[in-house]
C-alpha cells in the first residue's frame, strides 16, 4: 500500500503533488494511506510511487481546488483521504462538486465551512496585549486557539488591518510574526508563552462594559457567536455572567429614563416645517433643526412605517455633498446614511477614490425608509415623484446650510431631486452639470445597483466606472 507522508499537517503543495502522481497512476482511494511525517506511518508500506510517465494531463474544476485549500486546514484525521477521494471520482464523474446529497461531498463542504467559521472567530476574537519589543518599541503579543489550523491563513488580515502593528498571533499550531515590513510563519507555541495582562486592559474592560446594550441582550444568540470555549482568552469575558445579571435591572432603569428633549427654539423651528406650515419664509438655520425637524415631518406619508426620519451627517461646509435615494433597513435602524452592504460598498470606493468619508456630507433625497414587508424581511421600495417633492426641502435645507461646492447624485430618484427632472445617468456621467449658486452637479450609480448586477464582470465593470465618477468629483470639488 502506498504511503504517502506529508511535511506537516496544512502541506497543501505536498498533498496536490501526491495526489497528482497517485491519480495519474489510478490508484485507488482505498489503496493509499496519507500521513503527516512523525505522526507514526505504516511501517509495512510502500512509498507513493511518482507520477506515471506519459500519463495524460488532466485539469480540476477551479471549486475543487479552492475547496481543498479550506478543507485541509480542519482538524479531522480523514481530510486527506477525503480530498483524494473526490479527487479520484472526478475523473469519473466530472459533475461530482454539484451533487450537494453526495455523503463525499457534503463532508467536505461541511469541513471547509467549518474552517471558515473558525477563521471568522479568530478574525473577532483575538486580543492583543502590548509587550516590550525589540529596541525598547511596543510590541503586540495575543494568544488563540482556533478550532482549525487557521492561523497561516488569516495572518494577512491582520496585517492589512494593523500594517503600521508589530504583533506576533501564538497559536499551537503556528506563530505568525508581523514587523511592519515582512511576515514570518514559525511553528507553534504554549498559552505560557503569551502574556497575561498589559496596562491598557483595564481601559478596555471599562470601554466593553459601557457599551453593552442590556436592552439587546440574547444570551443564546450571544453564545452561539461567543462560543464559551473562547472566553478563557477573552479579557471582557470575567465581565459577562454579571454583566448578563445586572441586564433585567439596568433596562427598567433605561426605560424608566426620561428622554432627553431638544430645545424650545430647534423645536418650534421644527413645527413651523409641518406639514401644514407654508413652505416660504421657513429656511432653517442650523443642522440639528433639520435633524429634529426630519422626525417631526408630516409631509407625506412614509413616516408611518418608518423606525425613524435619517438626516444627513457630515462636516458643516463640505465640499462635497453625496446624496442616495432613501435610507435601508439597516440606515432606519441605525438613524444614520449608507451604513449597510451599499454603505460598505460606498466606503471602499470613496477610499479608492481618495474621498475621505469623514470630509464629505451624506445625505439621500428622501429621510424615511418606504419599504413593503415580506415575512420578517422589509423589502425596499422606490419613493414616488410625489414623495421626492415632498421631502427635496429638508434636502434644500442641508445644501443651503452646508454649501458644497459639488453635488453627486447617486441613482436615478437622487438625481430627480437634486436637478428637480429626470437625468440619463449612462449619458451624464462625467460631466459637472450646473446647478444655483454656482454649485457643479455630477450624476452616477447608486452603490446599491453595483450590488443587485448579477453578472460579476459586469459588476466589476460599473464598479470601476463608479470609482472614476466619484473621482472626478471629487477633483472638482478641489
Known sequence: ????????????????????????????????LWTVDGSGADLFGEAAPAPAAGAPAFTVPKTFVDLADRVILHRSDERFSLLYRLLWRLSR?????????????????????????????MKAFVRFRMVAGPDGLESYVAWFEPAHRVAEKVAPFFVRRFASMHFSILTPDACVHWDTKALVVLPGADAADAPTEDRLEDYWLTY???????????????????????????????????????AEARTTSMVAQPHSEPSRRV??????????APYDGQALSTLEEVRVGAQLCRRCDLY?????AVPGE???????????????????LAGRPFVGPAGQMLDQALAEAGAPRDQLFVTN??????????????????????????????LDNERRIVRPRVIVALGATAALAVFAKPIAIG?????????????????????????RLPDPDAQARAYAMFVQDLKFAWSLAG
Open 93 to 121: 464523474e466530472p459533475n461530482l462538486l454539484h451533487i450537494h446529497s453526495d455523503p463525499d461531498v457534503q463532508k467536505a463542504r461541511h469541513f471547509a465551512k467549518s474552517v471558515g467559521l473558525a477563521a471568522h472567530k
Open 365 to 394: 433625497a428622501v429621510k424615511h425608509f418606504k419599504h413593503e414587508p415580506r415575512g420578517k424581511l422589509r423589502l425596499h421600495k422606490t419613493p414616488n415623484t410625489g414623495e421626492v417633492t415632498a421631502c427635496r426641502w429638508w
Open 427 to 451: 449619458e451624464t456621467r462625467q460631466r459637472a452639470l450646473p446647478l444655483a449658486d454656482q454649485v457643479k452637479g455630477v450624476v452616477t450609480y447608486h452603490p446599491s445597483y453595483l450590488l
Open 304 to 308: 408611518c412605517d418608518a423606525t425613524q
Open 1 to 32: 500500500m502506498p504511503v504517502v507522508r506529508l511535511a506537516s499537517e496544512t502541506d497543501v503543495t505536498g498533498w496536490r503533488q501526491a495526489a497528482r502522481a497517485l491519480r495519474s497512476r489510478d490508484v485507488a482511494p482505498e489503496e493509499t
Open 208 to 246: 466593553y462594559a459601557s457599551i453593552f446594550n442590556p436592552a439587546r441582550l440574547k444570551v443564546g444568540a450571544m453564545r452561539k457567536e461567543m462560543p464559551k470555549r473562547y472566553w478563557r482568552n477573552l479579557p471582557e469575558a470575567r465581565l459577562i455572567p454579571e454583566l448578563i445579571a445586572q
Open 267 to 276: 423645536v418650534r423651528a421644527a413645527q413651523r416645517a409641518s406639514r401644514d
Open 314 to 332: 457630515g462636516p458643516l461646509q463640505a465640499r462635497l455633498m453625496l446624496v442616495g435615494e432613501q435610507p435601508g433597513d439597516r440606515e432606519d
